[in-house]
């Protein structure tokens, strides 16, 4: 998250409390990876807390390796396989079902060249204009095309979705994604993970939802 250390561990600390909240609407086995998704965006928002504090502290050199590689592990690896993944889990419609499966290929394909890339080229977080600016030598010509499908992968199926409310979810993360874009091209990373955490708690909502659609259904029969 941008801004300070106090800012990322209370954002934290907040989205944790919201992850708690998700998993009591957890009625089926099938919402649990989905409900985990708040806690993975927490563990970015802590870890960056971190890597604020190393940043100010060059005695705290390990702590920011550390930490920046966790952060972008979820950030690069993990989101695009746990957001098709954890759709389709959900998903109950057969065809769409089918069509999320190619997202989630891609994105596991996306993963493999984003763990390749943290392995190969040395990450060297900077705080540049009250931001973390996470400069890489990943290959150029690659940058664009990567991040389109990051987008496409993470975005994409929660429109294709049909589970209530989940496409609001998508509108959510895109708006975020294209403001990030926007007005902090070189700190995307780090700035729209922020907003992907705050609308994370619309997943408390979806799963809400379900969970009464659940209950009606119940009672019908």
Same mark, same amino acid.
């Given at each position: ?5 106090? !800012?990322?561990?209370?954002?934290? %600390?907040?989205i944790t409390?919201?992850? &708690? ?19 993975l965006? %927490? ?10 504090? !190393? ?8 702590l920011e ?15 695009? &396989?746990?957001?098709?993944?954890s759709v ?7 065809k769409?079902r ?7 290929y891609?994105?596991?394909f ?5 763990s ?8 060297n977080?900077?705080?540049i ?5 996470y400069?890489? !030598? ?8 990567a ?12 429109f294709?979705?049909?589970?209530k409310r989940?496409?609001i ?9 294209? &403001? ?12 729209w993970?922020?907003? %992907? ?12 939802g379900?969970? !009464?659609?659940?209950?009606r ?5």
């Open positions: 998250m941008c801004f300070s250390a106090g !800012a990322s561990f209370a954002a934290g %600390a907040v409390a919201a992850g &708690v909240a998700v998993t009591t609407k957890v009625s089926k086995p099938s919402q649990r990876l989905f409900a985990c998704l708040p806690f965006f %927490a563990i970015q928002q802590v870890t960056e807390g971190f890597i604020w504090l !190393a940043l100010q502290n060059p005695d705290y050199a390990v390796k550390i930490n920046t590689y966790i952060f972008l592990i979820v950030a690069d690896v993990l989101w695009p &396989v746990m957001i098709p993944l389709i889990l959900l998903e109950e419609n057969g769409k089918k069509i999320i499966r190619i997202f989630l891609a994105g596991i996306l993963s493999l060249y984003y390749t890339c943290l392995m190969l080229f040395r990450i977080p900077e705080i204009n009250c931001h973390i600016y400069a890489g !030598a990943f290959p150029q010509k690659l940058m664009l095309p991040f389109l499908l990051y987008i496409t992968v993470t975005v994409t199926p929660l294709i979705s049909t589970v989940m496409y979810l998508g509108i959510l993360m895109f708006a975020g994604c294209v &403001v990030s874009v926007i007005f902090y091209t070189r700190n995307v990373t780090s700035v993970c922020f907003f %992907a955490a705050i609308i994370s708690v619309v997943i408390y909502w979806i799963l809400k379900a969970e !009464a659609q659940r209950q259904g119940n009672d019908l029969s």
